[in-house]
């Protein structure tokens, strides 16, 4: 199961972005939880957490992001969003998404391949 991100690119610091990744509809069949979320890893460092959102709407941030950037997920809940605003050069990195699904009291992850987001200064 693949994830398709889409909307990284090149911006000046200062800028907007917006990220979307489409999940397929069946990985939330039967699912009792499930939460989307965006992560991000920069050349020799690990992934981090940018931001989740839960199937009831309960939004997460890292601190290095909030007030600027806003996760949310369209009516379908299966296509998740990621307004970035006010784009810092701290912010270039690969982003990623991210569903974890429960169904059986059995935890499945997915993951999308990434997406270069690069802010230049």
């Known amino acids: 199961v693949q994830l398709v991100e889409s909307g990284g690119g090149l911006v000046q610091a200062g800028g907007s972005l917006r990220l979307s990744c489409r999940a397929p509809g069946h990985i939330f069949d039967a699912a009792s939880f499930n939460k989307m979320g965006w992560y991000r890893q920069a050349p020799g460092q690990e992934r981090e957490l940018v931001a989740t959102?839960?199937?009831?709407?309960?939004?997460t941030y890292a601190d290095s992001v909030k007030g600027r950037f806003t996760i949310y997920r369209d009516n379908t809940e299966t296509t998740l969003n990621l307004q970035m605003n006010s784009l810092k050069s701290e912010d270039t990195s690969v982003y990623y998404c991210?569903?974890?699904?429960?169904?059986?009291?059995?935890?499945?992850?997915?993951w999308g391949r990434g997406t270069q987001v690069t802010v230049s200064s």
């Open positions: 959102i839960t199937s009831g709407g309960d939004p």
């Open positions: 991210g569903v974890r699904v429960v169904r059986a009291m059995r935890q499945h992850d997915y």
